[in-house]
């Protein structure tokens, strides 16, 4: 193992041992499932079957994941891990959706078959950049659970409420984890790490876009439940840039030089392609977000 292997090795161990202690729950014991709202509103379950639904893309997320990594044993078998703990976010929703009334398992297996038809690709291709969008991504998809969490308590759904604190919960330790790595990328090579994390900023979409079913109308009437730029900026993209250390205007001094090297043309580097269509920060908000 390198020096680096290493060390991503440890934040692993830090991390699983962490899971293993405080973060482990029970879909069939901890959900308060006799406390479901029925009468809650349709787009209370909207937002649940869309949530659902993204996370459905498991076996995608995975088996590319897992693939990217499969060398760097610390990530690999965090790969491992998140898996079986986002298994449990798509299933409980389901279960909500059907023991809710909200949906019936006809609808619910049409659904699937409309997700399974198509495909989540890769949106970033080096580990690094990966990283960095696994950390963007978590973090923006527990915002987005705690805003709900407490849509959740105002409608007098406390089971639907449980479920998105469990979640939330995990999703925001799976972030910590990506934190923490990329923290380690950032001693490493911390030019290059910036570059990567300027690239995936300016490209960054949620999973769901262009394959959950309906994507677009869904995020729509999911309107004040969303998470709009001005709420990415402040709660995703602020967030991530102080815990790492980088400030605002280090991250703009990586997207020009990273623009710079692309115009130069000589020493073209794969990991900035991308970069020119969105050349300000300003301009990143993912399409996915502004609901
Ligand atoms: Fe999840
Ligand atoms: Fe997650």
Sequence with gaps: ??????????????????????????????????????????????????????????????????????????????????????????LTLMQYLLRSGKRTEEQLSDLQHQIFAKKWDLPFHTPRQMTFYGCVQEMATFVIYV???????????ECLRTIYDYIARDEIAHCRFYQSVIKVLLEEDRPGTLTDMAHVFANFEMPGVGIVPDYDSRILKMREAGVDR??????????????????????????????????????????????????????????????
């Design 147 to 157: 805003k709900h969490r407490e849509r959740a308590a105002t409608e007098g759904d």
């Design 1 to 90: 193992m390198s020096r680096l292997e290493e060390k991503i090795f440890q934040e692993y161990m830090t991390f699983f041992e962490k899971a293993e202690r405080e973060r482990r729950w029970n879909v069939f014991q901890d959900i308060p499932w006799e406390r479901v709202n029925k009468d809650a509103s349709e787009e209370l379950a909207l937002c649940a079957e869309t949530f659902c639904s993204v996370e459905m893309y498991l076996p995608d997320y995975v088996a590319n994941g897992i693939n990217l990594v499969r060398k760097y044993f610390g990530q690999a078998w965090f790969q491992a891990n998140w898996a079986y703990e986002e298994s449990k976010h798509s």
């Design 230 to 291: 001005n709420v990415f900026i402040q709660k995703v993209y602020m967030p991530i840039l102080k815990y790492l250390g980088v400030n605002r205007h280090e991250m703009l001094a990586a997207q020009r030089t990273a623009l710079e090297l692309r115009r130069g043309g000589e020493r073209r580097d794969p990991s900035i392609e991308g970069l020119a269509s969105a050349p300000n920060l300003d301009n990143t908000a993912p399409q996915a977000l502004s609901a």
